[in-house]
Structure formats: structure tokens, C-alpha cells
């Protein structure tokens, strides 16, 4: 039998909670599986600081809570993947509202601080859900760190919320940011409608969606 794991041993939804999310990194692993299926290799690469042993173990862990899965790729990959389950996947709200919270402790960003371009795909997320524009929507954003995509609506559903590199179909919308304005817009400084219209983000598209970014 595994160890038991510690517990706040509380009567509680919120401990509850914590005592299968509290761990340092399994949140911010949950944020790298919302792109979907990832190999262990790569999760390492995007998840600068922690160690081989620390990502198993809570690889392992998420496994055994019902977040995670792992599974086989069909050949030729024949690499293995770990992927969210239905229960993993509820929390991106979570993963949201902490990142609305936390948007203010941002500041500038220091030496020290690593940063991948898809990061930005949860900040942006909410700049879009903050749209009066409906539908499923498929939006490529090119940042000077690199280009990310990323779903909206239906299509995001099931699917992966966002993923690294360019789009993987003609987007709905391409937006392009430098580095300032994509951190004023995480740090909520900003709001993408203004950054628009400040001159400051470039729409690219002809759908409903580009048309209330450059009208709205």
C-alpha cells in the first residue's frame, strides 16, 4: 500500500481540497496538462526549478487522486504521456481566479524569473471570456518569446485549453503583443479591448470575434 498522505484532517471542502492540490508544483503541472497530453520530458522542460524526483512523485500522486493519467502513444511515438482527467480538468476555474488574484503581485519581472510564452495563455484566456463576442473561437497570440494558441468556447470543452506554437488550422484571430503589453495585460493594468485600441496589440482576422477586438 502507498503512504498515506498527509492531511489537514479538517471537515472541510477547501482542506479537502488542498490536501490533493496543496503540494508545490501540482497546480502549475495542471496548468502545463491543460494543453493537453504532455511527456514527462517536456513537463520537466516547462517547469523550470523542479527536480526529477519532485515531478515524479507528484506525477505519481496526481495519478493516484484522479487528476492525471498515463498512457502509451500509439506508434511510432510510443512515448509515454500523461494527460488531465474530467476531474483535472475542473480546475482551470481554480487555476483562473488564482491567476485573477495573483495578477497584482506580478510586478516586473526579475533576472531571476523564468518565462515560457504559453504562460500567458490562461491571462489571456480571461481577457477574452471578458468579450461580449460568443462562440468557439481558435486564437493564435505571437509574443516576442514565441507564438501559443489557444481555444475558446465549445471547442475548448473537451479538448485542450491552449497549446504551445503556432496554431494548428488557419486561427479565427492572430494577435501580436511585445513583451510590455503582455505583462500590463497580466498584471490586469490593461484590458485586451484597450490594448487594442491603444495601438498596442494587432488583430489579424475577419470573424466576429476580430471585428469586436478592433470595433468593441
Known amino acids: 500500500m502507498p503512504p498515506r498522505r498527509r492531511s489537514y484532517d479538517q471537515y472541510c471542502s477547501a482542506a479537502r481540497a488542498l490536501d490533493v492540490v496543496g503540494d508545490r508544483w501540482t497546480l502549475l503541472i495542471v496548468r502545463e496538462l491543460l494543453a493537453g497530453p504532455r511527456r514527462y520530458t517536456d513537463l520537466h522542460a516547462d517547469l523550470p526549478g523542479v527536480s526529477t524526483d519532485v515531478l515524479a512523485s507528484r506525477l505519481k500522486d496526481m495519478e493516484r487522486d484522479g487528476l492525471v493519467t498515463r498512457r502509451r502513444l500509439a506508434p511510432p511515438g510510443a512515448a509515454f504521456v500523461y494527460e488531465l482527467t474530467g476531474r483535472g480538468r475542473e480546475l482551470l476555474p481554480v487555476l483562473q481566479a488564482l491567476g485573477a488574484w495573483g495578477a497584482g503581485a506580478l510586478g516586473e519581472r526579475r533576472e531571476t524569473d523564468a518565462v515560457r510564452a504559453h504562460w500567458f495563455a490562461l491571462p489571456l484566456l480571461r481577457g477574452l471570456e471578458a468579450l461580449e463576442a460568443g462562440g468557439s473561437a481558435l486564437v493564435e497570440a505571437r509574443l516576442e518569446e514565441g507564438p501559443f494558441h489557444v481555444w475558446?468556447?465549445?471547442?475548448?470543452?473537451?479538448?485542450?485549453?491552449y497549446g504551445d506554437g503556432a496554431a494548428p488550422r488557419t486561427p479565427d484571430v492572430r494577435l501580436s503583443f511585445d513583451a510590455e503589453t503582455s505583462a500590463a495585460v497580466s498584471r490586469g493594468?490593461?484590458?485586451?479591448?484597450?490594448?487594442?485600441?491603444?495601438?498596442?496589440?494587432?488583430?489579424?482576422?475577419?470573424?466576429?470575434?476580430a471585428k469586436e477586438l478592433r470595433e468593441g
Do not use: F
Not at 475558446?152 to 485549453?161: H, L, R
Not at 491603444?198 to 470573424?207: D, F, N
Open 189 to 209: 493594468e490593461l484590458s485586451l479591448r484597450d490594448a487594442v485600441r491603444a495601438g498596442r496589440v494587432t488583430v489579424e482576422g475577419e470573424g466576429t470575434l
Open 152 to 161: 475558446t468556447g465549445a471547442e475548448a470543452a473537451e479538448g485542450p485549453v
